[in-house]
């Protein structure tokens, strides 16, 4: 993995007005991550990536951020039947 995927990611983050420094639990809601989003978060060690199926709620209190794409939002939606 190169720096720059690392890189790119932080400004993505950074997007959220998250900061280099701040901790951030990201949620994802394919069965499968993307390899290159697991591969740029092992050079982040302040990022937690999870899957929406694995939520956790220490996690949740812990961190500064929660991001979650569409699906993780559809997934949690799913798991505590929220209409």
Do not use: W
């Amino acid at each position: 993995m190169t720096t720059d995927s690392s890189n790119l990611l932080r400004s993505r983050l950074a997007a959220y007005r998250a900061k280099p420094t701040s901790q951030v639990y990201l949620l994802y809601g394919n069965d499968e991550p993307e390899a290159d989003l697991i591969r740029a978060a092992d050079n982040m060690p302040e990022l937690l990536v999870a899957n929406a199926k694995n939520v956790n709620v220490h996690p949740l209190l812990k961190n500064q951020f929660c991001i979650m794409d569409k699906k993780a939002v559809e997934v949690l939606e799913e798991l505590y039947k929220i209409d």
